[in-house]
């Protein structure tokens, strides 16, 4: 079904250099755009930066996942979210001391027992993700890749049925890493809401920038997804990461060079097991509870967009993707409220938007190279 | 027919590809009174089930529509489909509206549902001529959310959350003074299946044709099928337009079903129920994708029915009551039908064990059924309980139901990966009997069996 | 007028060509075609001219841009400069399809085939652009679409008994080898029935002695179909004992043009295939 043409429409209209200057200006077009819009529908940008940062970075975490599974499997992995769920449920387990009944506080827990704990999710989320691989994924090779697609959505409502089993469809409240430390810190100077007592605006746990309450525990999902995203930067100049670049793009000439095909597939999906159970184990701290099938509800949809946004192969895309598509989201919920709109479903409306408007331009994504 | 003087077939040897294989006449009676049977159960189906039981096989029958309306897009184009509720959804807004705010009469609704339908699908494949394979699929995702959380949602046009009326039409309903045991919805019920079979027999002249063959030209190389003269454009949008006027059509049956249409029967989690049928079923076979549509239009009702909980749409934010409901009544029926399914399991695995290769077709085909049975069962009440954790419903408190996720989700995995082609891929062989061929094919050139299985594999 | 017919009215054909003199102006043209990817300028300048039942050949190294320059003049790439003519007329601007339309009939390198297509109906595809009932009529089974679905039917049987494929109608593409999938993609392509004839590497997968049968085919389908064939190969004597006319391509341009007997002499030529020193080719 390839149309004929599916290069950019700068590209096709101006050379490639003119293309390229044309794109700088497009963007920086936007982000005025997007500014003169804010002023104009009393949107906070600020905040809204802020906020869509929080939600774009667990997309990302998420999103990486994805792209990693895509890249080298060409699998579209419905599951990638539910394997975040069942290592959010690993930690919980853990600190509550394999009681389920067992109702986490927040103070109660120690934040070296979470780090211990979340690790050991971690490795479970991975090994989850290379049995998925090697169990089913593998095995349906040769059918149609809707029929895999199918199968990774049964996976995902096996794991969703596996935990309504065992923890039952009940909320279950979940600790952040960091939730408590020095309150009210401002930082930025610029206090555009006080408290009564004149301090800036900042609940405990968080502090303000520029009126805008930042936790800390979102400073610490940011720093863990900017070394996440450097280690897989690296991961991808050592032989193993160049190896599975290789047999991602060409899969018989790489196993003729004495790469396993096999492995390379289970080892892209370990990876991405790790980053899903990472982003469950963040994603439950935003909520600060969850429910089987959190994930998947809450967070799936979003990220595969977000990973389409950036090109599906590009994990640098798949990161812009999220905080864009965080941003957007957070931006459509602010102007509506902001305004009294009565739009129904504002973050599907500005999902849908900025999907068409990207694809339209850039029919392979951001960071997607052209075909 | 044959305008040219070609020689006739007597005169050709057995083994001429121009001379193709017919039955014989007792094999060519035998497969019409098994077609026959075929089409009198599902004509006799709305009358042998309970009254309260005729809209699910409505549901049946719509359901059939919506996975061939699927198919075309899957099957044919090869493009998936993951908003395909808001394609339905569409339809049923559509008829809705037409009905009620603007008083046509309910085939005039269906029509413009269709018109409608198709027109908003054209769209959707414009973008398709763009934006290619997965980014495509994304879009339809993102297209099915938007659709459902916006333009369903829109109070003027559908109600909002409130839902639409969706009346019946008159003719269906039975005369003041009848007193007859056949019911309204029973009418309703054959109107859905005349609607299924005249789009049944429209989909099968449209694959053996030119437009069909064009569009699943375009889907294996659109490069080759343009240097043989195949418009692409054209026809890719021709396959988005059918496929979305038949999911008009069968959004209108759907809203008039339960005379009544609300957002929430558009869910993601019904895209993705679609999709499963579709795959199921087996992608690219018309009497697979119908059957997948079937089995799987059962899946909620059947589940509300077994647990005895508070039908989904309207349980949905539950709260305390369908919790209490939840608490009650250990459901016996589900623990028979596990039994059933380990059963069917168990005796499939003896017959492959103990005959393996060995087996007779008939043994084959019979140890294929049982399987298809039992695993289909299982996979199907195993995933509605799946689903339903999803959605956030409280269905399982219980012992012995907790497990139903759990052995259905693995009996469909288990399934797909035995037989990727799905129902389609498990029935082949009586399949191609029951359509005048043989029942046996010597000549086993086909990869992979399934006719979409078979393709894909030999995609590059 | 239909491949079959031509088959069926051979002796018509020939007694209209006896006499006739090919037609003045080149079925086939093109005008300094060019081509950049990028960096890279995979064409430059490329004259070509094909007249009537003429059998042309490109020959050249990997690389040299013989199936990028059939890919512009099908239709599938767009050239940076020059243009496309098919009998004088400028269709630099038209889809691939609308190019089979006014004629051209092409194979490609990589097997163009329905994969999941039995041989027969990819051959019934392949006449797609001469059906004449609507997609709608073909929908609802009227009696004029299924008559002339029997006499597509009919006719791919006869251009499979021509090129002796007939036993491989029923057969999926699976279970092919690769040169007899090539040779199906020439059935298929011939089905179309094209006045011009483009083959990318058909020798692809057969022995020499396959090869040799088919360069006797080639001929035949000239003489009794009309046809007007261009062909890309590497098997350089076989182009130079068919072809009418051989263009060499060499890294994006024309390195030389002429009879076969020139172009075996030719020593740029004798050097970009076999080296530096070569004097012939061959």
Known sequence: MASLTSSSVFDRVLGPEEGRLVRVGASLGAVIAVVVLASLLNVSLLSVLVNGTQTGVVYALVALGIALVYKSTRVLNFAQGEIGTVAAFVVYLGLAGFDKSVILQQNEVAFLEMVGWSILAIMVGAVLAVLINLGIVQQLQNAAPVTTLVATIGVALLLVGAEVLYFEALPRSFPQFLAGGPS???????????????????????FAVGGVNITYQFLLTTAILVVVAAALGVFFRTPAGTALLATSQEPFAAQLSGVSVTAMSALAWGTAGAFGALAGILGGGVFQSITPGFMTSLFLVPAIVAAVLGGITSMPGAVVGSLLLGIVQTFANSAVGANGWSVPGPPQLATFGVLLLVLLFRPRGLFGKEA | MATTTAPAPSELGTDDPRNPWTPSPAGRIARLAVFGLLMAAAIAAPLIVPDVQVNLVTRAFVFGIIALSMNILIGYTGTVSLGHQAFVGVGAFTAAYIL???????????AVAMLVGALQALLIGVLALRVQGFFFAIVTLAYGLFTKEVVFNITALTGGGAGAQAPRPAFVEPAADYAGSITGDVRYAWLALAFLAAIWVLDWRFTSSRGGRAVQALRDDSRVAASWGINVRAFTLLAFGLSGAVAGIAGALFASTQVFVSPESFTLTVALTYVLMTTVGGVGSRPGVVLGGFVFAGLAPILTALHDTPGWGVAEEGGEGALDVCATAPPRVVAGVFGLVLLGVGIEAVRHLALGERRTHVQRVLGGLIFLGAAWLGAVVGLGGAFGALGGYCIFTSITPLIEPVIGVVLLLVTLIQFPGGIAEQLEAPLRWLSFGKFHEEKSTSVGGGSAAGSSSMRP | M????????????????????????????????GIRFGGLQALQDVDMEVNEYEIVGFIGPNGAGKTTFFNCVTGFYKPTTGDVFIRGERVTDLRPDQRANLGIGRSFQQVGLVRSFTVLENLMVSQHQHVKYSVAAGMLGMPWSLEEEATMRERAFEVLDYLDLLHLADERLGGLSYGMLKQVEVAAVLATDPDILMLDEPLAGLGPEESEIFGERLLRMRRELGLTIVIIEHHVPFMLRVCDYVYVLNFGQLLAEGLPETIRTNRDVAEAYMGEGAATLA
Do not use: H, K, M, Y
């Open chain 3, 2 to 33: 239909s491949t079959i017919d031509r088959i069926s009215s051979l002796a018509a054909r020939q007694a209209e060509r006896g006499g006739a003199t090919p037609d003045r102006v080149p079925v086939l043209s093109t005008r300094g075609i």
């Open chain 1, 184 to 206: 009210g810190v401002e930082l930025g100077g610029l206090c555009l809401s006080t408290t009564a007592e004149g301090a800036c605006l900042g609940a405990e746990g968080t």
């Open chain 2, 100 to 110: 009620t705010n603007v008083g046509l009469p309910w085939l005039a609704a269906v």
